[in-house]
């Protein structure tokens, strides 16, 4: 790569722009269809600034009482979604990963300023800056409001920046200890099952009063550290200029603290957790009491890797956790809304076998340059294939069927127990032969083993949302002639779920052999080009 050269004394703010501007100009080179990917993210946050930004730049027009307390919500929940949304969804961009600067001697002090700007370049921190200007453009009232607008919404948008760095920094640190990985994924777990609740209780109780409710809100906001800056440029729209440069104050004290804990999550080098601890990969531990009994081929010690992956890794104990969310949510989101649960633990097994088929379908990316050593090895594809199969299933079935068997009896329709365990085993049967298959044809880059498990890698975004929409699409055209039997029986003559039943019972089986056979000869031709693929993250 040619273009940034570190300046004498180390790299300052500039060359992390370039270099990061660069890395994503290379990232677009790569295929068209990273071009396809990126064109299409850009139209759909392109749709949401336009969407948000025409009703922030209303405000301007509004009275005050409701400008106000709109811009703060809005820019408190910007921050706030910044620094939790990549714990549990999105991930953060790594683009410039601190850990890539470790053999370079590049110091934090030089590393996290730069880091920082360079995180602005990218979809979402292009949008948030766009929706920062609206914001500005909202609260001003008076020239000088204009003007003061302007710092004091830059220093919210490099906050919620530097948040997302510094939260996802310090659980990545956090997640290196055993008891603190099953501690997060529980909070983790609770945090994403009681938000969409609260938010609907919120606005359930409040009825009528919600316009009344939600200034209460806004006014609490605006005294927290994500909504200082926002409610600052607020308070000199509405002309308390006081109270306006005291959250100021704040604000950057708020941002200050951020930058030097994300500094401080870095460590003395700079180059984040990954430097701290190079143990994960430690092949010792408890034996496996169904694999040991096998014979030692090379599909079962496959297999036996990949059981000690969904022990100990956080990357798969993030995708295991996910599984704890989805019985709950069908509980508790029905109950937040005033009603009663309903038939929704139903869908609790078919959901849990869609999720837990469905994370093998970049599993070979989690090797990462480890890969290489089926390739030296001469592994077969089959082979690798059907280890990754036999070691997830282990524990995947079981979980399954307790998810399917306890939402019947929780709506005590024991009758559809047919219905529900055949639409369960057909996702998951699916969902396995596609993941075998997709994994070998269109593996994009994941988190490297020991890294943040938080981060999207380079080039990763784009590719990510192709992949798992296709994923997802062709799992559940391939579970369809269960599902419409499945789906009948719950609205309709229970006896239909007799069909489903059997139908499931081919697919656990048939899709995932499919899957192998395929899926492995794909690996077996494209093996170089997977790793290739795979070991540049």
């Given at each position: 790569?040619?273009?940034?050269?570190a300046?004498p004394g180390g790299?300052?703010?500039g060359?992390f722009?370039?270099?990061?501007?660069t890395?994503?100009?290379?990232?677009l080179?790569?295929s068209?269809?990273q071009?396809?990917?990126f064109?299409l993210a850009?139209v759909?946050?392109l749709?949401?600034v336009?969407?948000l930004?025409?009703?922030?730049?209303?405000?301007?027009?509004?009275s005050?009482?409701?400008a106000g307390p709109a811009v703060v919500?809005l820019g408190?929940?910007?921050?706030l979604?910044?620094?939790?949304?990549?714990?549990?969804?999105?991930g953060?961009?790594?683009t410039l990963?601190?850990a890539?600067?470790?053999?370079l001697g590049?110091?934090?002090?030089?590393?996290?300023?730069g880091?920082?700007?360079?995180?602005?370049l990218g979809?979402p921190?292009l949008a948030t800056?766009?929706?920062a200007?609206?914001?500005?453009?909202?609260?001003?009232?008076?020239?000088?409001?204009?003007?003061?607008?302007?710092?004091?919404l830059?220093v919210a948008?490099?906050?919620a920046?530097a948040?997302?760095?510094?939260?996802t920094?310090a659980?990545?640190?956090l997640l290196?200890?055993?008891r603190t990985?099953?501690?997060?994924?529980i909070?983790?777990?609770?945090?994403?099952v009681?938000?969409g609740?609260g938010?609907n209780?919120?606005?359930?109780r409040?009825?009528?009063g919600?316009?009344e409710?939600?200034?209460?809100?806004a006014?609490?906001?605006?005294?927290t550290?994500?909504?200082?800056?926002?409610?600052?440029?607020a308070?000199?729209?509405?002309?308390h200029w006081a109270r306006?440069?005291?959250?100021f104050?704040?604000?950057?004290?708020v941002?200050v603290l951020?930058v030097?804990g994300?500094?401080?999550?870095?460590g003395?080098a700079?180059t984040?957790p990954?430097?701290r601890?190079?143990?994960?990969?430690?092949?010792?531990?408890r034996r496996?009491?169904?694999l040991?009994?096998l014979?030692a081929?090379p599909?079962v010690?496959?297999?036996v890797?990949?059981s000690?992956?969904w022990r100990?890794?956080p990357?798969y104990?993030?995708s295991?956790a996910s599984?704890?969310?989805?019985?709950?949510?069908?509980?508790v989101?029905?109950?937040?809304?005033?009603g009663?649960v309903g038939?929704w633990?139903?869908?609790?097994g078919p959901?849990?076998?869609f999720v837990?088929?469905w994370s093998l379908h970049?599993?070979?990316a989690?090797?990462h340059?480890?890969?290489?050593?089926?390739?030296a090895?001469?592994v077969?594809?089959?082979d690798d294939?059907?280890?990754r199969?036999?070691?997830?299933?282990?524990?995947q079935l079981?979980?399954?069927l307790v998810a399917?068997?306890?939402?019947?009896?929780?709506v005590?329709a024991?009758a559809?127990?047919?219905?529900?365990l055949g639409a369960a085993?057909?996702?998951?049967?699916?969902s396995?032969?596609?993941?075998c298959?997709?994994s070998a044809?269109?593996p994009y880059?994941?988190?490297a083993?020991?890294?943040n498990?938080?981060q999207?890698?380079k080039?990763a975004?784009?590719?990510?949302?192709?992949?798992?929409f296709?994923?997802?699409?062709a799992?559940?055209v391939l579970?369809l002639p269960?599902?419409?039997?499945?789906?009948?029986?719950?609205f309709g003559?229970a006896?239909?779920g007799?069909?489903?039943?059997?139908?499931?019972?081919?697919?656990?089986?048939?899709?995932?052999?499919?899957g192998?056979?395929?899926g492995?000869?794909?690996?077996?031709?494209?093996g170089?080009e997977?790793?290739?693929?795979?070991?540049?993250?």
């Amino acid at each position: 790569m040619s273009g940034p050269v570190a300046a004498p004394g180390g790299p300052g703010v500039g060359t992390f722009v370039r270099l990061k501007l660069t890395l994503l100009r290379n990232g677009l080179r790569r295929s068209p269809w990273q071009v396809v990917a990126f064109v299409l993210a850009a139209v759909w946050a392109l749709g949401v600034v336009v969407l948000l930004g025409a009703g922030l730049i209303a405000l301007r027009f509004s009275s005050p009482d409701v400008a106000g307390p709109a811009v703060v919500g809005l820019g408190t929940l910007g921050v706030l979604g910044w620094a939790v949304l990549p714990l549990v969804a999105f991930g953060v961009d790594e683009t410039l990963d601190p850990a890539r600067f470790a053999t370079l001697g590049v110091r934090r002090r030089r590393l996290v300023p730069g880091s920082l700007v360079a995180g602005l370049l990218g979809l979402p921190g292009l949008a948030t800056v766009l929706l920062a200007l609206a914001a500005v453009v909202a609260s001003s009232r008076t020239p000088a409001a204009t003007v003061f607008a302007v710092p004091a919404l830059a220093v919210a948008v490099l906050t919620a920046v530097a948040a997302s760095r510094a939260t996802t920094t310090a659980a990545a640190a956090l997640l290196r200890r055993r008891r603190t990985r099953d501690a997060v994924a529980i909070l983790g777990g609770l945090a994403l099952v009681g938000a969409g609740p609260g938010f609907n209780l919120v606005v359930g109780r409040a009825g009528d009063g919600l316009p009344e409710v939600g200034r209460t809100l806004a006014g609490i906001a605006g005294w927290t550290p994500p909504g200082f800056a926002v409610a600052a440029a607020a308070d000199a729209a509405d002309g308390h200029w006081a109270r306006a440069l005291v959250r100021f104050a704040l604000a950057v004290v708020v941002l200050v603290l951020v930058v030097a804990g994300w500094a401080l999550a870095l460590g003395p080098a700079g180059t984040g957790p990954e430097a701290r601890s190079t143990s994960s990969g430690h092949a010792g531990g408890r034996r496996h009491p169904v694999l040991d009994r096998l014979p030692a081929t090379p599909a079962v010690a496959v297999a036996v890797r990949c059981s000690r992956y969904w022990r100990r890794d956080p990357r798969y104990l993030l995708s295991a956790a996910s599984l704890v969310v989805i019985p709950l949510l069908l509980v508790v989101l029905p109950l937040s809304q005033g009603g009663d649960v309903g038939r929704w633990p139903l869908a609790a097994g078919p959901a849990v076998a869609f999720v837990m088929g469905w994370s093998l379908h970049n599993d070979v990316a989690y090797d990462h340059s480890a890969f290489a050593l089926h390739l030296a090895t001469g592994v077969r594809g089959r082979d690798d294939r059907a280890g990754r199969v036999l070691a997830a299933a282990l524990w995947q079935l079981p979980v399954l069927l307790v998810a399917t068997v306890a939402g019947t009896l929780l709506v005590d329709a024991p009758a559809l127990l047919p219905a529900v365990l055949g639409a369960a085993l057909a996702l998951f049967g699916a969902s396995l032969g596609v993941s075998c298959v997709a994994s070998a044809l269109v593996p994009y880059p994941a988190p490297a083993p020991g890294s943040n498990p938080f981060q999207t890698p380079k080039g990763a975004s784009a590719a990510t949302v192709l992949a798992q929409f296709g994923t997802s699409a062709a799992t559940t055209v391939l579970a369809l002639p269960a599902l419409v039997p499945a789906v009948v029986a719950l609205f309709g003559p229970a006896w239909a779920g007799w069909t489903a039943l059997p139908l499931g019972l081919a697919a656990v089986v048939a899709y995932p052999w499919v899957g192998v056979v395929q899926g492995g000869a794909v690996l077996d031709r494209r093996g170089p080009e997977v790793l290739a693929r795979v070991g540049s993250s």
